[in-house]
């Protein structure tokens, strides 16, 4: 069970894809406004440097699990409750990237169609593609995925040139300054620390030691397509409407017309992105799956997918409306996951573990 650096490059890149430019652009738009592009690469400078340090965690212990070697570092018992409280967080938004999916599909394609109903054929994918090859599966859908998706966005791009209006994105700077800039920034850095996953992922990896140049420049390639959509989305329909829109780069395919015959490219643009929600759920469900097995000592942990499937469902369907789920992001992952899971626990990984590293080179 084992993948190549360049699968986990597309398997980052298409899960980074996926939530940087439907969900992060318009929260970014509310809080820097024309300069929100500027927010993007911001963000992409602490998208690095906080996957740099989770690289360097996990290839000090690229035999293990985050399961695993938070219990050499802090013994069992709190290593164990270091574990859970990831898993918790991964179980949470797995949960809650279902439900906007699933919400999302029903507003865009089947209307009359319970949610339930798209959310448990999505789940059904999960598990079968976690059951079937388990992450060499995931990885090998990933590489066929990732290239559709850029190349669906690009011609995105190309074609809505003719809308664009560039002064839309002036004056630079002087609306905003540094305060808005920074505080848009952590909205699309918070999402790119989902790379946070790497710490279950390297004991999968062929050739851990060469994981940190695919893995950086997986956040690089969604970052500058979350910049290029930004500037797009702006140019497109000012700051004013762009920050209210739930999904605005979907708006801008839906507004692409050549001569009323190229249109209605959002239906092909939909698919293309399932494809990448199914590659970022499936790797959750994966993670999810075989870290509750470590946690609870059990080899078996395909069998796990009959418990972890199902609370995800579950949990999918607490949220009474769109309004909610949006709130999770706001709320939850970006004050307390963001600043504690994937930036400071991370940090002290690092530091415990080069401490430990040097008292057992010492005695």
């Known amino acids: 069970m084992k993948i190549s650096t360049w699968q986990l490059f597309w398997i980052f890149t298409t899960l980074e894809i996926s939530m940087s430019i439907w969900l992060t652009i318009s929260p970014t738009v509310e809080n820097a406004n024309q300069d929100a592009w500027i927010s993007f690469a911001v963000a992409g400078l602490i998208g690095l440097v906080e996957t740099l340090i989770l690289v360097r965690v996990s290839q000090r212990h690229s035999s293990h699990t985050l399961v695993e070697f938070t219990q050499k570092l802090f013994g069992k018992w709190a290593g164990k409750l270091i574990s859970l409280m990831y898993i918790a967080v991964w179980y949470s938004v797995c949960s809650d990237i279902l439900r906007i999916f699933s919400l999302f599909i029903k507003q865009v394609l089947f209307h009359d169609t319970p949610v339930w109903v798209i959310s448990a054929l999505m789940v059904s994918a999960m598990v079968y593609i976690n059951i079937a090859g388990s992450v060499e599966a995931i990885a090998r859908f990933s590489e066929i995925a990732g290239p559709l998706i850029l190349i669906g966005i690009v011609i995105t791009f190309a074609l809505n040139i003719p809308n664009l209006h560039l002064s839309l994105l002036l004056p630079m700077y002087a609306d905003s300054g540094v305060v808005p800039i920074i505080k848009g920034s952590f909205v699309n850095a918070s999402f790119l620390g989902e790379s946070m996953m790497i710490m279950m992922l390297t004991p999968f990896i062929a050739k851990p030691e060469k994981l940190l140049k695919p893995i950086l420049l997986a956040i690089c390639i969604p970052s500058l397509i979350a910049i290029v959509a930004t500037i797009m989305v702006i140019a497109t329909f000012g700051t004013s409407i762009g920050s209210t829109m739930y999904f605005p780069y979907f708006a801008m395919v839906r507004f692409i017309n050549y001569l009323e015959f190229v249109q209605n490219m959002d239906v092909w643009i939909v698919f293309i992105w399932i494809f990448s929600v199914l590659v970022k759920l499936s790797i959750y469900l994966f993670i999810n799956s075989y870290g509750t097995a470590q946690l609870f000592g059990s080899k078996k942990w395909r069998g796990m997918i009959g ?43 690092l530091l415990v573990s080069l401490i430990r590293g040097r008292s057992f080179a010492a005695s």
């Open 307 to 349: 418990f972890t499937a199902p609370v995800i469902f579950a949990i999918s369907l607490l949220p009474t409306n769109i309004y909610g789920v949006m709130d999770y992001a706001n709320f939850v992952w970006i004050p307390y996951i963001f600043p504690i899971f994937i930036v400071g626990l991370p940090v002290i990984f």
